[in-house]
């Protein structure tokens, strides 16, 4: 079939043909890789209209709400399947077999432990350093102790990698938040399942044992697969592009957590948190959505929007279920940040800005609900995005090693800046 072709035409005539790309689903790409060679670049900031690479591992339709990892839809996987389930098909494009799952399973339990000196970085800092600041730090810190494994180009390091980092992010968060209250660290459980594992991590002391509710478990497998991946948003364009000069995974993941980090990014469900505890009373909620509308103010509505989903975020749906029920099993059905959250959501959904410009509640307006009446504090809900993202990172750091079109991120610029300058003609002039 011959390949369709866009033409670009500059007012004086000039053209240039320039192929159009289509992938299994989605919207067509204007390739204008080579129009560089022809005196120009284009101009996209924040990649409104621009895609950065091919990849079969998670497809968004945001008209349509629909978010697919490798082909299977989110709400499928979060009924049917666990974290690792998921963690495995991002990396691998298939669901695994049980004989798969159970070797994928006891490879990263093999790995759960982490290196005895990380003890000593844990211990550096302030007591009351922010989790993801400590998780960030130790992560980079892990090519410190793998450098003999990182090959990126070997296919096996890369494997190795990928189940370190799956297997022992978890200790390293739980680690961040047990060191700011000062309790001591606690070690990994092969006997427990991948959240129940962590939830114990954070939750259990020595003289108190965590007890494992099976339905916060199930909310939890739930939170980490919906976080899982999200095709190129910030953070995961940023794993991306670090890797692609051919850095150690343990620094790209730790770069993507510096990006996730960001408030318009995975910090919205702390940021969400923090908006509905300083709102605190029903009475004042018109006040914040009159701000919200204000543009001359920049606040904004937390936990509402999405760049890609300019309709109801799936997720957002899968996890308003898990809120209620989570709420429910513990009792909480009149929490009043619950209640504040739910009349919130009322109110946007019926004004007519957030109306007209399709400003729905996202994944991260219900998951700090959750976390919040889990137990887990504000501090630790970006570093458990950081976990379950951890997987939809990694795969796709791996999977830019597999395709043909491996090349250094470098994007141009439109130099706004001074034209040529002779400084020792500058130099007298100001002597003068
Ligand atoms: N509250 C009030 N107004 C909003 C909000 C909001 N939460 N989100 C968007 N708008 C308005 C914008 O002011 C803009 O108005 P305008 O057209 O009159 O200028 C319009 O809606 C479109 O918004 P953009 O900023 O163009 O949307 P963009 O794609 O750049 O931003 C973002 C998306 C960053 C998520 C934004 O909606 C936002 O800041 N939301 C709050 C933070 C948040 O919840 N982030 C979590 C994202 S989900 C995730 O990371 C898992």
Redesign the pocket.
Known sequence: MEQKKAKLVLEDGTSFDLPIIEGTMGKPAIDISNLSQNGFVTYDP?FMSTASCDSAITYIDGENSTLLYRGYPIEQLAENCDFLDVSYLLLNGELPNQNEKNSYVSEVKKHYLLHDQLNSVFRGFRRDAHPMAVMQAVVASKSAFYFEEMNVYNRNHRKLSANRLIAKVPSIAAWSYLYNLGRPFNYPRSDLGYAANFLNMLFSSPTQPYEINPILVKAFEKILIL?AD?EQ?ASTSTVRLVGSSGANPFACVAAGIASLWG????G?NE??LKMLQEIKNESRINEYIER??D?TDSF????????VYRNK?PRAEIMRKTCHEVLSELGLENDSIFKLALKLEKIALEDD?FVE?K?YP????YSGIVMRAMGIPNSMFTAV?ALARTAGWIAHWNEMFLGENLKIGRPRQIYQGKRFRNLSQDRNVSKD
């Open positions: 924040g976080h999200h948003n408030p318009a990014h995975g919205a940021a969400t919200a509308k543009k904004r509505l937390m936990g509402f929007g999405h760049r975020d800005y410009k400003l996202n994944v991260d307006f995005f």
